[in-house]
C-alpha cells in the first residue's frame, strides 16, 4: 500500500488527507497543534468557501455546517475614489457560498481525518525530522508555508508576486443587517437524532469597500460560538495600516478598525456604528503576510524530495481576492488525481514539478479540471491590487465603470470569482473593451 505524509492540517492538506483515505491510501497526518489548541488559536484570514469550492467539500462529505453556517449569497463592492462619489458593484451568486472560521473548519476535519482511520501525529518538524520521513514513505507532501520549512523551496520563475500586506481582523456582533439578508430552512444534519429540526440560516452578502488607502471586508461567519460577523482590513505598507502599536491590546486592535472605517469607508461603516467586539481575546489580531510563488518541490540533505501544495508554494491569502479557499480545494484536488492516475514506479522529482505546473498553467481536461488555476488564483489578486495604481491599465477602469452601471457586468465580474480562471476577458484591454462594445 502506498503511504504518504501530508505536513500541516491546512484546508488543502486536510482536503487531500481525506481524498487519499478514500481511495485506500495509507495516510499520516503531521501538525505541531492539536484539534483543541486550533480552536483556540488566533483566527485565520481568509474564511470563504465560493459556490465551487462548497460543493466539492459537499461532495467530500466535508461540509459538515450546512444545518448552521450562515451562506454568502453575493458580493457587494463599494468604490471610493478620491473626490469623487462612491460607486457600488453587487451581484448575487449563481449558488451560495459559506463562510466558516478556520479554527472550526480545520479542527472538524482533523479530529474526523482520525475518526476515520488516518494516522494523526502531533508534534513540531523540522527540516531533519522531514530528511528523516523521506526514507518511511514513498510521497511527502508539504501544506504549510511559514517557518524554516517553508523556506526549503527556492522562489519560482513566474514573476512578481503582490506586495506585501498587513491584515487586521476582528469577529464581531451588532452588525446592522444589510438589505440582501434572507431567511432560509435547512434540512437536518445526516446523522441528526429523530426528530431534530435545525433553525433556518440566513444569507447575506460579503461587503467590500476599496480606497486607494485600504480594503474592508465584511461578511458573516459561523464560530464556535455561532453566526457572527468577520471585518478584515487591508493595506500596504506605507498607509494608514502602518501605524498599529506594537503588541495591541484586542480593544485597541477594534477602536482603531474602527476609526479606519468611519474615515475611509463610510458606507461600511454605517453598519458598524453599534458593532462591539466579544469577550473573547482571540477574536482580534493584526499580522502582516507576503504573497509569495515558490518551486514546488524541495530537495532535503539525505538527497530526499518534498513536494509542496498550496500556501507552501502558492500563497492566496488575500481577502479582498477571496481566492484561498479556491487553491485549496484546487491543488487537492489536482494533487489527488495526478496521485492516482500514478499507478507504478517512486513519484520522482520530475513528477513533482509536472505536477505543480499542471495546477499552476495547465489547460483544464476531464482528468484534470483545476488544472490552470494556480496562476488564475495570485492573477486576480494582482489585478484587483491595481485598482487604484496611478499606473493601472486604462481598461480595467472603464470594467469598473461599467459594472457600476450594468448589471450584466457586474454579474460576470463579481460572479468569476468562483473560477478566476474565467477571468482572461478582463486581463487583456482588446477582450475587455470587445465585451463592453456588445453591451452598446
Request: with cysteine; charged share 15%; net charge negative.
Amino acid at each position: 500500500m502506498t503511504k504518504i505524509l501530508i505536513v500541516g492540517a491546512s484546508p488543502a492538506g486536510l482536503h487531500l488527507a481525506h481524498g487519499l483515505l478514500t481511495h485506500g491510501y495509507d495516510v499520516t497526518m503531521l501538525n505541531a497543534r492539536t484539534s483543541g489548541e486550533i480552536r483556540t488559536s488566533q483566527p485565520s484570514t481568509t474564511q470563504f468557501s465560493l459556490p465551487t469550492a462548497l460543493a466539492h467539500e459537499q461532495r467530500a462529505e466535508l461540509a459538515r455546517w450546512e444545518h448552521v453556517a450562515p451562506r454568502i449569497s453575493g458580493a457587494r463592492l463599494h468604490l471610493h475614489p478620491p473626490d469623487m462619489p462612491t460607486s457600488t458593484v453587487e451581484s448575487a451568486f449563481s449558488s451560495y457560498g459559506v463562510s466558516v472560521d478556520h479554527r472550526v473548519k480545520i479542527a472538524d476535519w482533523l479530529e474526523y481525518l482520525e475518526d476515520r482511520g488516518a494516522k494523526v501525529v502531533i508534534h513540531g518538524v523540522t527540516v531533519g525530522d522531514l530528511d528523516y520521513f523521506s526514507r518511511m514513505f514513498d510521497l511527502v507532501v508539504l501544506a504549510i508555508g511559514y517557518g524554516e520549512l517553508g523556506a526549503l523551496f527556492d522562489r519560482h520563475t513566474s514573476g512578481q508576486a503582490p506586495p506585501p500586506r498587513a491584515v487586521a481582523q476582528a469577529i464581531i456582533e451588532g452588525v446592522q443587517p444589510s438589505p440582501h439578508v434572507q431567511v432560509h430552512p435547512v434540512d437536518p444534519p445526516r446523522h441528526a437524532p429523530p426528530g431534530y429540526l435545525p433553525e433556518p440560516v440566513a444569507s447575506d452578502y460579503a461587503e467590500v469597500a476599496s480606497t486607494p488607502e485600504l480594503r474592508a471586508i465584511l461578511s458573516p461567519v459561523l464560530t464556535d460560538v455561532g453566526p457572527q460577523h468577520v471585518l478584515q482590513l487591508v493595506g500596504a505598507p506605507g498607509g494608514p495600516m502602518e501605524g498599529w502599536p506594537d503588541r495591541p491590546r484586542p480593544e485597541e486592535i477594534w477602536r482603531w478598525m474602527s476609526e479606519l472605517t468611519a474615515k475611509h469607508t463610510p458606507h461600511l461603516h454605517q453598519r458598524l456604528e453599534e458593532a462591539y467586539l466579544p469577550a473573547s481575546e482571540q477574536d482580534a489580531g493584526v499580522h502582516a503576510y507576503t504573497p509569495h510563488v515558490r518551486a514546488p518541490v524541495a530537495t532535503l540533505p539525505s538527497g530526499g524530495h518534498v513536494l509542496g501544495m498550496a500556501e507552501a508554494v502558492v500563497s492566496t491569502d488575500d481577502p479582498v481576492a477571496a481566492q484561498a479557499g479556491n487553491m485549496a480545494v484546487a491543488s487537492s484536488q489536482h494533487y489527488l488525481a495526478r496521485i492516482l492516475h500514478h499507478t507504478q514506479g517512486p513519484f520522482t522529482p520530475a513528477w513533482m514539478h509536472e505536477t505543480f505546473e499542471g495546477l499552476w498553467q495547465g489547460e483544464p481536461t476531464a482528468e484534470y479540471p483545476f488544472a490552470g488555476m494556480g496562476q488564475a488564483c495570485l492573477g486576480l489578486s494582482q489585478v484587483l491590487d491595481q485598482i487604484w495604481d496611478p499606473q493601472a491599465p486604462a481598461h480595467l477602469t472603464e470594467v469598473l465603470g461599467a459594472a457600476a452601471t450594468h448589471q450584466q457586468v457586474a454579474d460576470r465580474f463579481l460572479g468569476d470569482l468562483d473560477d478566476p480562471r474565467r477571468y482572461t476577458w478582463l486581463y487583456d484591454p482588446e477582450s475587455a473593451r470587445a465585451y463592453l462594445n456588445t453591451l452598446t
